[in-house]
């Protein structure tokens, strides 16, 4: 599994003492430590919140674009799966169910964010795509199962991001509500690829509401 014994990053509190987990993924090229910073951010005003963030190897979750068909992204894509598989199952033995974990991630970290959510629908604390998408080529068919009930799940993206399509948000937006998420969408003008103080708010409250500050 190529993403097997990468380092993670972890910070706030500590998770026997945490009300709520933010796993943080970070986007293609970066790694943990620039997207924990993020976390930090989220978190400074809130106790009782674990910071968690992954480092992919290589700093590349997946090689090609998440528009790509699927298995051109294979081994990879399925190991990074697994990683977020095994983060989830290690907080659930500290006492963490998914219903107090927030999964966030920018560009191709929220495109994984998504994918792990609807592959493995569920009740979650949240989902917090910035900048992302779920993965595969538009319109392609998906055999689901399970239910995200009512997961609060928050899509943020420029409307004209040069590498998440405006059609593929929209299109992710559809298939988390078909799964019972409850999506929350905010698509600014010109913003460019790039994370603002509204989607920062928008995590905010998504943990704020798991660590019931």
Known sequence: MLHDNQPVLRGGAPVANARAALILLHGRGSNAKDIFGLGEAVA????????????????TWYPQRF??????????????????????????????????????????????????????????????????????PPGRPRDLEGS????????????????????????????????GGKVTKQIFAGMGHTVNADEMAALRGLVAGVAGI
Do not use: K
């Not at 609060?152 to 298939?175: K, M, N, Q, T, W």
């Open 67 to 136: 528009l790509a068909p699927v298995a051109d992204n294979e081994p990879y894509l399925s190991s990074a799966l697994a990683a977020i598989g095994r983060l989830i199952a290690e907080l659930g033995l500290e006492g963490l169910s998914p219903a107090s974990i927030v999964l966030a991630g920018f560009s191709q970290g929220a495109c994984l964010s998504l994918e792990f959510a609807v592959r493995h629908p569920r009740r979650y604390g949240g989902i917090a795509a910035l900048s992302g998408a779920v993965i595969g």
């Open 148 to 179: 995200l009930a009512g997961s609060p799940v928050y899509l943020g993206c420029s409307d004209r991001d040069a590498h998440i399509p405006l059609a593929s948000v929209e299109e992710s937006a559809e298939l988390v509500e078909r799964l």
């Open 44 to 59: 400074a005003d809130q106790a009782g919140v674990a910071l968690i963030a992954p480092n992919a190897a290589g700093g």
